[in-house]
């Protein structure tokens, strides 16, 4: 990964597909920051106007002010967006 890439796991307690999502970037050694949602609607709004949703995980990778966003539940192409993005980046 590059060293200016950045990985930003929107999350919440008691999520089942948010601890899939921190488990797999753990096994892969993908450093992230963890946003939780828990008791902070203002949060769940910067979701809504950021992506026109407000459920969680969402996962972020990027730089600077460069983001493109996981939203839809399928780990393949969370895979695949990571893999993407640390090849644009190399």
């Known amino acids: 990964m ?3 890439r950045k990985v930003v796991v929107w999350s ?5 597909f948010c601890n ?3 488990e797999y ?6 450093p992230y920051e963890n946003i939780s949602v828990d008791g902070n609607d203002s949060l769940r ?10 459920h969680v995980p969402v996962v972020e990778v990027g730089t600077g ?3 493109v966003a ?4 399928q780990l393949g192409r969370l895979e ?7 090849t644009e980046k190399a």
């Open 45 to 54: 709004d910067v979701l809504q106007a950021k992506y026109s949703i407000r």
């Open 20 to 22: 899939e999502v921190k």
């Open 80 to 86: 695949s967006l990571l893999a993407v993005t640390a």
């Open 65 to 67: 002010t460069s983001y």
């Open 12 to 16: 919440k307690q008691g999520c089942h």
């Open 25 to 30: 970037l753990e096994k892969h050694q993908i």
């Open 70 to 73: 996981w939203v839809d539940l």
């Open 2 to 4: 590059a060293a200016d």
